[in-house]
C-alpha cells in the first residue's frame, strides 16, 4: 500500500498556490516524489506540511447489518488521516479480519483482542504497523469468541477497550475501530470507547432497518452507562441514478433523530473500492481522479475538522449531492 497526496488537492485545501507548497517542501527539504510532472507525497511530509493539531479521536464504524461499508471507510478514513498527517490506528474487531486482510500485514505470530484479554498482554504487543503512519491491531476468527469470553468472565464492558484505548492516545491522532455487523458485548465495549458510532447506510429497506436496531442499542447503552455515544448514519453507495438513493437521502436528512449526527458527506457507488481490495491497494495510490477518493476525502476532512470543514457544521452537503445528481 503506497497511498499518496498530490501537491494540488493539498494546495486547495490549505488555501494556498501550488508553488507556494513546492516552495515549502523545498525550504523544510520535505520527501516528495514525482510522476509525470505531478509531485506528490506520504505521510511523514503530510505531517511536517499540513501541522494539523488534532485532538486525539475514537470513532467505531459499527451498524448490524452486513456489507454496508464499514470496513471499506474505515480503512478509506483511515489512510487518507494520515495523508493529513494524522497517526492513526486502526482496530480490526470482526473475526472476518477484513480490514487485517485489506492491509495485508503479517499478523498470525501476533496477539489479538481475545488473546490481548484473557492472557492480559499490553496491547501494544498486538500492534503491526501497516505503513508509517498508520497501524492495525489486527483480527482473525478466534475473535468470535469476544462475546461470550465478556460475558462469563463478567469484564466491564465500559472500561475493557476504553481504558486500552485510553492508554494509547498519546500515540495516536486517530483511533478507529472497525466492528462485525453484529451487537454484543464486544460491539457494546466499542461503543463505551468511542467518541463517535459511525453508520454506513447503503440505500436499501435492510439498511436503514439495521440503523434503526444499533442506533436503539446504542440508546440503550447510553441509558445503562450513562455515557453519551452519537451515532452518526454516513450515506454509502449513494447512486445518483436510482429514487432509492434519494429517497434514503431524504429519510436520513428529514428523520428526527438519524438527522441530528448525520454526517454530510455522502459516499457515491464506485466500483474503486472493490477493485483495490482485491490488489491490496488503497484507493488513494493512485494518482487518477476517481469519486471514492474525491468522497472518502470530503469525508475525512469533515470528521477531522480540516480546512473549510473548521467553520462548517451543516447537516448534510446536500447542495453537492444535487450537483453530483445533475
Ligand atoms: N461506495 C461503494 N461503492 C461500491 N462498492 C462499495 C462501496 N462501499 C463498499 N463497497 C463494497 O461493498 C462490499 C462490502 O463492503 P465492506 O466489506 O466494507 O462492508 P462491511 O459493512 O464492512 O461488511 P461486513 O458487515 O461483512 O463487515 C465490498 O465489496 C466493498 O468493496
Ligand atoms: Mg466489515
Request: aromatic share 6%.
Amino acid at each position: 500500500m503506497e497511498p499518496k497526496m498530490l501537491v494540488t488537492d493539498a494546495a486547495e485545501v490549505m488555501g494556498t498556490t501550488v508553488q507556494a507548497l513546492h516552495n515549502q517542501i523545498k525550504r523544510k527539504n520535505l520527501p516528495h516524489q514525482k510522476s509525470k510532472n505531478r509531485v506528490y507525497f506520504a505521510y511523514e511530509t503530510a505531517r511536517q506540511l499540513f501541522e494539523i493539531k488534532f485532538n486525539p479521536q475514537v470513532f467505531s464504524f459499527q451498524i448490524v447489518k452486513g456489507g454496508t461499508g464499514k470496513t471499506s471507510l474505515c480503512l478509506g478514513l483511515g489512510i487518507r488521516a494520515t495523508l493529513y498527517g494524522a497517526r492513526t490506528l486502526l482496530i480490526d474487531l470482526d473475526q472476518q479480519g477484513n480490514l487485517t486482510k485489506a492491509c495485508r500485514v503479517k499478523s498470525h505470530d501476533k496477539p489479538i483482542m481475545i488473546e490481548l484479554i484473557n492472557q492480559d498482554i499490553p496491547v501494544e504487543e498486538g500492534i503491526v504497523s501497516v505503513y508509517e503512519g498508520l497501524d492495525i491491531l489486527p483480527s482473525r476468527i478466534e475473535n468470535a469468541l469476544l462475546d461470550s469470553n465478556l460475558m462469563l468472565k463478567r469484564l466491564p464492558l465500559d472500561r475493557i477497550y476504553k481504558d486500552m484505548i485510553d492508554s494509547l492516545k498519546n500515540q495516536y491522532d486517530l483511533i478507529l475501530i472497525d466492528c462485525p455487523p453484529a451487537l454484543g458485548s464486544s460491539v457494546t465495549a466499542a461503543s463505551l470507547a468511542s467518541d463517535r458510532v459511525i453508520s454506513p447506510v447503503t440505500p436499501s429497506e435492510f439498511s436503514l432497518e439495521g440503523l434503526e436496531i444499533t442506533s436503539r442499542e446504542v440508546a440503550n447503552i447510553e441509558k445503562s452507562f450513562k455515557k453519551a455515544v452519537p451515532v452518526c448514519p454516513l450515506l454509502n453507495e449513494f447512486d445518483p441514478r436510482t429514487s432509492l438513493s434519494h429517497d434514503t437521502m431524504r429519510f436520513l436528512v428529514t428523520h428526527p433523530k438519524h438527522s441530528q449526527h448525520l454526517i454530510r458527506t455522502a459516499i457515491r457507488r464506485s466500483q474503486e473500492f472493490e477493485n483495490v481490495l482485491t490488489k491490496g491497494m488503497s484507493i488513494f495510490d493512485s494518482l487518477a481522479n476517481s469519486s471514492a477518493k474525491e468522497d472518502v476525502d470530503l469525508l475525512t476532512r469533515e470528521l477531522l475538522k480540516i480546512g473549510e470543514f473548521a467553520k462548517k457544521s451543516a447537516p448534510i452537503d446536500t447542495d453537492r449531492l444535487k450537483a453530483i445528481s445533475a
